[in-house]
C-alpha cells in the first residue's frame, strides 16, 4: 500500500518560515516526479514545485520563486517543502503527491499518489 503523509502545518505570522514533511511509504521517492501541490481556501488544488526523479531537478510556480523549496531524502523515502516569506495568500491546504512520469511535472492529472494534506494558515 502507497502510502504519503504530510506534517509540519500550522499557523504562522506572514514573514515567517514553515517546513512541511512528506513521509512516503510503498514506493521509492527516487522512482517518482514528487510534487507540492496549494489548495487555498474555496479554490482548487494548484501545483507549486515539483522535484525530478530523472536528476533531482525542481519546477517552481510563480508564487513559490525565492521563497519555497522542495528537496528530497532518498535514503529516508521523504520529500519536504521549505517555506520562507509567507504570506496570507499561502494560506490552505498542502498536499504532497508522487508522479510516475519522468522529469518535471506540474498537472494534478500526472499525479498518481497523494497524501492527505497538511493545513497552513498565515496571519496578516
Known amino acids: 500500500e502507497v502510502q504519503l503523509v504530510e506534517s509540519g502545518g500550522g499557523l504562522v505570522q506572514a514573514g515567517g518560515s514553515l517546513r512541511l514533511s512528506c513521509a512516503v511509504s510503498?514506493?521509492?521517492?527516487?522512482?517518482?516526479?514528487m510534487g507540492w501541490f496549494h489548495q487555498a481556501p474555496g479554490k482548487g488544488r494548484e501545483g507549486v514545485l515539483c522535484i525530478s526523479s530523472r536528476d533531482g531537478t525542481t519546477t517552481y510556480a510563480n508564487s513559490a520563486k525565492g521563497r519555497f523549496t522542495i528537496s528530497s531524502d532518498k535514503a529516508k523515502n521523504m520529500v519536504y517543502l521549505q517555506m520562507n516569506s509567507l504570506k496570507p495568500e499561502d494560506t490552505g491546504v498542502y498536499y504532497c503527491?508522487?508522479?510516475?512520469?519522468?522529469?518535471?511535472?506540474?498537472?494534478?492529472?500526472?499525479?498518481?499518489?497523494w497524501g492527505q494534506g497538511t493545513q497552513v494558515t498565515v496571519s496578516s
Open positions: 503527491a508522487a508522479s510516475p512520469y519522468d522529469g518535471l511535472v506540474m498537472g494534478l492529472s500526472e499525479y498518481e499518489y
Open positions: 510503498g514506493i521509492t521517492v527516487g522512482d517518482y516526479a
